[in-house]
Every structure is written in structure tokens, then in C-alpha cells.
């Protein structure tokens, strides 16, 4: 391998400056060129490519967003954008690829290392942390510590006017940012897809639960469908409870930016260097992350097509500590 080819696609995660400073100075120890691709998918068939080296990644281990920037693209879901974008490799002489991103990017990384005689490999980046292969993925303990941040503040407020809270985060259809958050900041509930709460097990431990609480935060994860969103849930607890006056907030993109949290930063390092160093041993179509401390490598069509699972201890954990 002569020149590695990296890019960031799909959501941004706090981490993925660290995870681009990683895979070029990994490759540059191993005397490998890198080539930068932005904006994802969709600068790579556009030939948006820029040589990086020791000096370009300087800097960045500290900021949030991602310095290659990214995009959703939906012309590399066709069998000619992945040719074009394939022309253009071949043409910046780039052979083999890191992708840094979420289950999107694999899955058209997937499909990519399938149809060209590419090597690719990928790095867990996304908020959400529901990829399987992985403990965390860079940008959760970011995200999760900026949720937590949110949170207390809110509780604050709430606290001082004896509301009751339904804020709302992100997760696409995971509620493992909802659950972490929830443990950390002692929500009185929390609303997962993952568990069928549903609107009644909510009133029932907004009811039975201590009568002399003065605040009260409800965590709901954007993907849950127990009512279709925190607006609707608050309308439904507000008209179940008159006497508690509800508030709505939603965190939305805050969740995304900010410096990455020291957490995200080592992890980012290494898997970024391990990367690296599959791409020389022959690894390919896998993601790599971290299991219990050590480098893992995951098919992409596993870490596709399994979520990260909820711990149903952590859920009993909710209620068994929020009374
Ligand atoms: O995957 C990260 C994420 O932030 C999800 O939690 C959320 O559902 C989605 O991206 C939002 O995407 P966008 O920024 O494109 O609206």
C-alpha cells in the first residue's frame, strides 16, 4: 500500500479530527502516503483530494467537527457514482481506503470493497454508538458528557419553578444516548425504543413515584415512538398531570460539536493507527474498533446489521435509583 485515501461521511462526531490525525501520522511512520478526501462519497466522486502530511493534521486533535468536512451522498447508492468515484482513486493513485463514519458509511463502504479491488477499512464515528464491533464509538462520551452538561443545567431551572422536564436527545433509532445520559443525571424516566414503556409504564412512575420530588426530567431518545416525539409526550403528560408544569427542550446539534472529550481522543489515536496497520496486514471490508481495551476487527456486514443491544440492567437501574 502506497497511499491511503481518507475521508469522514454521514453525521459529524466530536473525535473524527483525532481519528484523521491518527491514520496520517500512523501512515506516515510507515512511510505511506495520504491523501485526503472531502466531503465523503461525494468529494471522492467529484476528485475533491488533497495530499495531507505530518504538518496538515497539526492541531486538530482538540477540535470537534472534521477538518475534511462530510456530506450524506446519495449518488454513491448508484452503481455509476461508485464507478466514478473509483475512476477518481484510481486516478489520485490512492489505494486503499479509511472510511471514518457511522452504519451509512459502511454500508456503502461495503458495497464499494465488493465491487473494486480496493482494500477499505473503517472507523467508528458516530454520536450514536449503536454499531456492533466496538465498545464506543468515537463521538459518544463527547456527546453523552455534553448531554449530561445540558442536562444539570436544566435541572437547575426545573428545580428552582418545580417543573417537570421532557428533553429530548439525539440517537437516530438508539436510545443508548438516552439511557447513559438518563443513569447520569438521575431522570425520573427514560423513553428508549429499545424498551416498551410505553405512555402508560411513563405515568405510572411519574405517579407512584415520590410525591415530595420538586423537579422532574424525563429523557426521551428521538427514535422512541411512544407518542411521536418529546412535543407530543409533554402534551400528554401536561393533560394526564395539571398540576405539573411541563417544559420541552430538544438538545439537537449541540450534541454533535465540541472538543472531543479525552475519552474520544485516545480512542480516535488508536484505532486510527490500527487502521493503518490492517490496511498493511491485509485487512479489509472490516471496521476497527475497541473490545474491552484491545483492537477488534468487525465485517462490515456485521457491524451493519447488528445494533449495539441495551443492557436491561441499565433500565432497571433508571428506576431503582430515580425514586
Ligand atoms: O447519526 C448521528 C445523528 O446525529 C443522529 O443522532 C441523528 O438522528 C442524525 O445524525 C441527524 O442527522 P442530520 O444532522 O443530518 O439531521
Redesign the pocket.
Known sequence: IKNIGVFTS??DAPGMNAAIRAVVRAAMYYGIEVTGIRRGYDGMGKGEFVPMNRKSVSNIIQRGGTILKTA?CDNFRTPEGRKNAYEQLVKHKVDALVAIG?DGTFTGAKVFGNEFDIPVVGLPG???NDLVGTDFTIGYDTAINTVVDAVDKIRDTAESHDRLFIVEV???DSGLIALRTGIATGAEAILIPESKTGLEGLFNRLEFGRKDKTSRIVIVA?GDDTAGGAFEVGRLVQEKFPNYDTRISILG?IQ?GGAPSCMDRVLASRVGAAAVEALRDGHRNEMIGLINGEVAYTPFEHAIKHHQGIDPNMIKLVEMLSM
Open positions: 454521514g453525521g450524506r457511522g458516530t454520536i450514536d439525539m440517537g437516530r428521538e446539534h454533535r
